[in-house]
């Protein structure tokens, strides 16, 4: 008859085809200890009253090679070359404030995603027109959580051509639930034993029984050779004669 697996037991398998039954500890099986943080009870500012000081607050820049990025919060997004603190060459205008996510609509279909990963966005368009794609250039700024941090633009990256998303760290919405980072957990370690019926689980107990069984019969015999050598040695050694 088929057995049933606990929960907190998952199979897996080595490189060579052995089975094992491996425990999972309690932290990856249940929720996470502490009281539950339900963002329902939350009655504070919104994400968007929360980051609206940064509208006053200087841009925020960021050197990347040889460009650099400024973020001016709820107006644009630029893109030049710095030479000694001056502009060198063209501006290019990666978009201009568009929109942000909206908490408040339940129906939005990316609002799993933002929960999950745990981010506010906004939406710049109408950039500078790309010469690859021939379209305007457009980004998103993606606000994370970071306690004790000022505002700072994290990263910079290019899934498509002319196309950007700025990741900027900020302490300021570190208070809300749904952009306050999970706990964090100490590693646990995961308890493994080969998967084996009954039959072959009393062949693995009397293999590992033979083989220490043989492994003293060894180490017995060894000792038993190196004290024959040593009493030979002794034997052997010629004995001092007293002086005539």
């Known amino acids: 008859a088929p057995q049933h697996q606990a929960e907190d037991v998952v199979t897996v398998a080595s490189r060579f085809k052995q089975r094992y039954e491996c425990r999972l500890p309690p932290a990856a099986v249940g929720p996470p200890p502490g009281p539950p943080r339900d963002p329902r009870l939350y009655n504070g500012s919104g994400v968007a009253e929360l980051l609206r000081p940064m509208g006053t607050a200087p841009c925020l820049l960021k050197t990347k090679d040889w460009w650099t ?23 290019l205008v990666l978009g201009y404030y568009q929109s942000a996510f909206d908490w408040d609509d339940e129906t939005a279909k990316a609002s799993k995603q933002h929960q999950l990963r745990r981010y506010h966005s906004q939406s710049y368009v109408n950039g500078s027109r790309c ?10 700024v993606r606000f994370l959580c970071e306690e004790g941090a000022g505002d700072y633009i994290a990263r910079v990256d290019e899934p498509q051509s002319c196309s950007y998303v700025l990741t900027v760290h900020t302490t300021r919405i570190c208070h809300h639930p749904f952009l306050r980072p999970s706990p964090g957990l100490a590693p646990q370690p995961i308890r493994c034993q080969p998967a084996l019926s009954p ?27 190196l004290d024959t050598r040593l009493w030979s040695d002794r034997d052997s050694e010629p004995h001092s004669q007293p002086p005539e």
């Open 199 to 225: 039959a072959q689980y009393v062949q693995y107990v009397r293999a590992q029984v033979s083989d220490t069984k043989r492994k003293v019969e060894e180490i017995s015999e060894e000792l038993r050779t």
């Open 131 to 140: 010469d690859l794609t021939g379209r305007a250039r457009e980004a998103e």
């Open 69 to 91: 990025y400024e973020f001016c919060y709820g107006r644009h997004i630029q893109q030049y070359h710095l030479e000694d603190s001056e502009i060198k060459g063209d501006i």
